[in-house]
C-alpha cells in the first residue's frame, strides 16, 4: 500500500513542485541563519538537497521536470522585471556607460576564449567544447548556443550552474580582497560570470550591485551569442 502510494505520488507533478518551493524555503531560512556567508547559498543547497532526492528515489530528471516547469517558465517574467530598477537608476547606468562596455566586450572574450583554449589543450571532443563554451551566460540562452554548435544542452545547463555558483561563493572575498568598494564595478564583474545566480547574490549584497549584475547578464548574453561562433 505504501509502495504504491509513492509510487502515485513521485510520478505527480504536484509533489515536486511542492517539494522544490518547501527545499527552497528551507534552504532561504539556512542561509538567513548567516547572512552574507556566500558558502550558505540557497540555490546550492536547493540543488544539493533536490539532486540527493533524485538520485536516491531513482526520479528521472523528466519526471521531476513535470512539475519543477512551473517555477521555470517563471525565469521569464523575473528576468523582465530587472528592468524596473534599470529605468529607476537610469542616470547611474548612463554616466558608466563606457567603461561598462570595455568590461564586456574584453570579459566577454575572456570568458569564451579561456574556455576554448583550455578545452582544446586537454583535448576535449568539439561536442563539449561547445557546450561549455557559452557558461557564463544565462542557463537559457548558452543552452540554445551549445545546441546550435551541436553542443550537449543538458551538460551546457550543469556547467552553467556550477559556474554560477562558483561566481556567487567567491565574488564577495574576492572583490573585498581586491579593495574594490564600488558596487557597479563589483555588480557588473559578477552578473558578467555568473549570471541570475551571481545576480540573486549581487542584489542581497546591494541595490546597486544587483542593478549592474542584470544588465551585465543581459548584455552578456546577447554578446557571447555573436562572439561564441567566431571560435567555432
Given at each position: 500500500m505504501n509502495n504504491s502510494l509513492w509510487v502515485y505520488l513521485a510520478t505527480s507533478?504536484?509533489?515536486?513542485?511542492?517539494?522544490?518551493?518547501?527545499?527552497?524555503?528551507?534552504?532561504?531560512?539556512?542561509?538567513?541563519?548567516?547572512?552574507?556567508?556566500?558558502?550558505?547559498?540557497?540555490?546550492?543547497?536547493s540543488i544539493a538537497v533536490i539532486t540527493t532526492v533524485l538520485y536516491q528515489s531513482g526520479i528521472a530528471y523528466k519526471t521531476y521536470f513535470a512539475g519543477a516547469q512551473f517555477i521555470h517558465f517563471l525565469l521569464g517574467p523575473a528576468t523582465v522585471a530587472l528592468g524596473i530598477p534599470l529605468y529607476e537608476k537610469l542616470?547611474?547606468?548612463?554616466?558608466?556607460?563606457?567603461?561598462?562596455?570595455?568590461?564586456?566586450?574584453?570579459?566577454?572574450?575572456?570568458?569564451?576564449?579561456?574556455?576554448?583554449?583550455?578545452?582544446?589543450?586537454?583535448?576535449?571532443?568539439?561536442?563539449?567544447?561547445?557546450?561549455?563554451?557559452?557558461?557564463?551566460?544565462?542557463?537559457?540562452?548558452?543552452?540554445?548556443?551549445?545546441?546550435?554548435?551541436?553542443?550537449?544542452?543538458?551538460?551546457?545547463?550543469?556547467v552553467v550552474i556550477l559556474t554560477g555558483i562558483c561566481g556567487a561563493i567567491i565574488v564577495t572575498p574576492m572583490m573585498n580582497a581586491m579593495r574594490i568598494k564600488d558596487y557597479s564595478a563589483r555588480g557588473f564583474a559578477v552578473g558578467l560570470t555568473s549570471h541570475g545566480i551571481g545576480t540573486a547574490r549581487a542584489y542581497s549584497v546591494d541595490q546597486v550591485a544587483g542593478l549592474f549584475s542584470g544588465i551585465a547578464m543581459g548584455l552578456n548574453a546577447i554578446l557571447t551569442s555573436l562572439i561564441v561562433h567566431l571560435f567555432f
Open positions: 507533478p504536484l509533489i515536486w513542485l511542492t517539494g522544490t518551493l518547501a527545499v527552497w524555503l528551507a534552504a532561504r531560512s539556512l542561509a538567513a541563519l548567516r547572512p552574507g556567508n556566500p558558502l550558505l547559498n540557497p540555490i546550492m543547497i542616470p547611474l547606468v548612463r554616466r558608466n556607460l563606457i567603461p561598462m562596455l570595455a568590461a564586456l566586450i574584453v570579459g566577454c572574450l575572456t570568458a569564451v576564449g579561456s574556455t576554448v583554449f583550455l578545452a582544446h589543450l586537454f583535448g576535449f571532443t568539439p561536442s563539449i567544447v561547445a557546450s561549455l563554451a557559452p557558461k557564463s551566460t544565462t542557463a537559457a540562452v548558452a543552452m540554445a548556443i551549445s545546441e546550435s554548435l551541436h553542443g550537449d544542452p543538458a551538460l551546457t545547463a550543469a
